[in-house]
């Protein structure tokens, strides 16, 4: 949802979504993130810019930030001599966070944040995922003061449904196509046409269109833009941190 009342969220509302995404099942126990609470209307003005100028970012009354944070855990393993300790000890080697451990805290980041978001809908509070976060890596860890192994990963604008709000389900594609029983299924050139056939009804061909079907022109919007590019380069850095450390 992006177009919010102008209400701001109450402290009782948004603490039940906190609440919530604080609840959310987590691996270990461990809570492997953070979450930054943005009322600023600063920063949001510089989010709606930095993630590829979406303007209604900066209407909304409230942005969450999830991060992963490995940055607390290992902190307090080096405040409480695990290092020393696993030097000294067989079969036991001390490790920076590697890659594995960015994955595991970003299921448990994002499993946080749709908690939120679950919670928040069922107090008539629409959101938006902002994907572009993960864009412009160097300078979001600046804007928050992110120290390493700690890293953004999804962005989420909160605002109550207008009163005439029409709450609208967009159509997911047919469960047989995502589904499956047992073991993966490759689909067919055939079962890939159908699962995809309402989307290819939208393409219109025209005289300044260079795709010639839905494919081609959803490639060259998403997959083959520049925000795209960005996106791969920042992704890119942001893994730097957790593999320099570990070869």
Known sequence: MRNYDDRDISKEDLDKILDAAMLAPTAGNQMLYSIIVIRDQEMKDKLSVSCDNQPFIKSAPVLLLFVSDQSKWFNYYKLNGVKEFADRTEGLRWEEPNEADLMLSIEDTMIAAQNAVIMAESLGIGSCYIGD????????????GLPDNVVPISLVCFGYYKPDANRVHRKRFDKKYVVFEEKYKELTAEELTDMFSENARTFIKTPTQTADNYAQAFYKRKTGAAFSKEMHRSVKAMLEGYTKNNK
């Open 133 to 144: 976060i993960l864009e412009k890596y160097e300078y979001h860890k600046e804007l928050f």
